[in-house]
Nanobody
Framework: QVQLQESGPGLVKPSQTLSLTCTVS??????????WNWIRQPPGKGHQWMGA???????YYTPSLKNQTSISRDTSKNQFTLQVSSVTPEDTAVYYC?????????????WGQGTQVTVSS
């Protein structure tokens, strides 16, 4: 059974960089052509796919966030990370990591529990 766990600060100040880490257990982030995703859900809104890093190391981003978002990985720790630069209060959301067979919320089979991030001064 694959398990994903998000970690990172719950409060970020405007204009700073938000950094989250997803630690994966029960499966390797480098095998089987899976996508390892970051997804967020702002208050009162639906899930927004932010981007993913494939098992090959290729990265993919939703166009509206491409200039603000970076996804990387540490294969030695079986972790992948999200960085969102120049955050505003509109970046306040529950952030999830997830595994999938496709992009843009398709084929998700495992989710992390989610972590609340609030952007506020």
């Amino acid at each position: 059974q694959v398990q994903l766990q998000e970690s990172g600060p719950g409060l970020v100040k405007p204009s700073q960089t938000l950094s989250l880490t997803c630690t994966v257990s029960g499966g390797s982030i480098t095998t089987d052509y899976y996508y390892w995703n970051w997804i967020r859900q702002p208050p009162g809104k639906g899930h927004q796919w932010m981007g993913a890093i494939q098992s090959t190391g290729n990265t993919y981003y939703t166009p509206s966030l491409k200039n603000q978002t970076s996804i990387s990985r540490d294969t030695s720790k079986n972790q992948f990370t999200l960085q969102v630069s120049s955050v505003t209060p509109e970046d306040t959301a529950v952030y999830y990591c997830a595994r999938s067979l496709g992009l843009n919320l398709e084929g998700i089979d495992y989710w992390g529990q989610g972590t609340q991030v609030t952007v506020s001064s």
